[in-house]
């Protein structure tokens, strides 16, 4: 197949890119060498929406709070977060660079493509894509399966709390509540874009409104409250995991923070169908990171001040059954009013985040799955490409739904198999950030053309901090977490992340290199 200008279409994703003003989003996604399938219907805000309501700082704190009390506890936490949101940013900035150059639902995987050119394209897009895709179903199963735990929560402090005789879910009831939750996002991300636009706006409304609601209603109902030197001066060693360490304490109380910010990819997959792409792309990746900075600190600062014993809080025979936050909820208002009804409704309000997180989670999977199954990435992959009459990719949604609930059943078995997968949401995903920006300022250091957001002449620093920043916590966040080491208390993610690894490099070796020859286009005129 041949070019407008001679040039062969196979070649034609590892062409330079001219970016002419002007150009329509169709016509630069024919640049790029595809035609337009899916509704292109978002606006900047609707592209920021589904961005900010996966980032969502009330699903990540909340969940993983326990942690940042156990390693550091408020020092940790209030200190820890902007640096790690700084730094996330930097990444962020390097991303959205990237982005608009090369606006596609493929997002990582094409842009490494692009980057390190015809020779090493096939080879680079393939580990990327699938550390993106592994990574974004996996965060897909933590945020639904932290919303199935949330629930049995919120069921046992009605029923009277765990010292009260109040009802405790097994773990098949977890599971179902799993199941159910699933179902229902690929429900309504079968829908037509506009709906799931306006869903995407509402979840961002509500996440924001939530965090201002939480961060000054909580410390204001709680009888008693932290003083500010315990906010910002207490650092809490009595972590029960033989870990002594400051240091090695705080680099473990970092997590809860990476943790939470990360799903920011979905922009970029989200550019096919957003109006200017190669600007609102960008800026849906770093509004949705910076906006979730501020008030996820805010939310931090706000919880924290109501933290007066930290051992009970993450005692195993609280009310809560030592999920933190609900226990500091539930307490706040059983202390003021004699009832901790309040609380649950506070509880129920970060459901109905981590609902629309996990939303807007499927949507941003769908994308990834339907770009990677066009290139011929995915076993079955004519079907999983294929869109409906509405222009939603109603295949791939349902096969990430299907295989998120897959991968929460590792939970039956055990917790620590179910952390080891999900430890794959950080640092699988990271490193699938990762991948595109070190082609950028390495191989494609003097051949990348930039789009309309660009660094100018930072660009190549930043993307080396973010690099450098990614490379520092794959190792960090691999580090045992509790000592001595047994098999219930090592850290999996080392495990989770390399057999990943493993697996796509012999699939590379044994099958896939004879017949994946990167991004794929499916349209005659790649060029203008």
Known sequence: METGIGISADLAPYLPLDHEPNVTDD?????????????????AIANFSVTFSIISVITGL????????????????VYGWPIVGVLTMIVGLAMA????????????????????????????????GWFNIVGQWAVTTSVDFSLAQLIQVI??????????????ASKYVVIAFHGAILSMHAIINSLPIS?????????????????????ILIPSVATERASAKFVFTHFNTDNGEGINSKVYIFVLGLLMSQYTLTGYDASAHMTEETKNADKNGPKGIISAIGISIIFGWGYLLGITFAVTDIPYLLSEDNDAGGYAIAEIFYLAFKNRYGSGVGGIICLGVIGIAIFFCGM??????????????RDGAMPLSSLWHKVNKQEVPINAVWLSAFISFCMALTSLGSLVAFQAMVSIATIGLYIAYALPIFFRVSLARKSFVPGPFNLGRYGVVVGWIAVLWVATISVLFSLPVAYPVTSETLNYTPVAVGGLLVI?????????????????????????
């Open 27 to 43: 016509a630069r996604l024919n640049q790029l060498g595809y035609k337009q399938e899916l509704s292109r219907s978002l606006s």
């Open 62 to 77: 909340t969940t993983m709070y326990s942690t940042g009390l156990t390693f550091g506890g408020p020092v940790t936490m």
């Open 97 to 128: 660079e990237i982005c608009s150059a090369y606006p596609t639902s493929g997002g990582l995987y094409f842009w490494s493509a692009r980057l390190c050119g015809n020779e090493w394209g096939p080879v680079v897009s393939w580990f990327t």
């Open 155 to 168: 069921i046992l402090l009605s029923t009277g709390g765990k010292n009260g005789g109040g009802y405790e």
């Open 195 to 215: 709906v799931l636009s306006f869903f995407g706006q509402l979840a961002a409304v509500w996440n924001l409104l939530g965090v201002v609601l939480l961060m």
């Open 360 to 373: 807007s989670s499927v949507t941003s999977n769908s994308r990834m799955v339907y770009a990677f199954s």
């Open 504 to 528: 796509t490099v012999s699939w590379w070796i044994v099958s896939a290199r004879h017949w994946f020859t990167g991004p794929i286009t499916n349209i005659k005129n790649t060029r203008l």
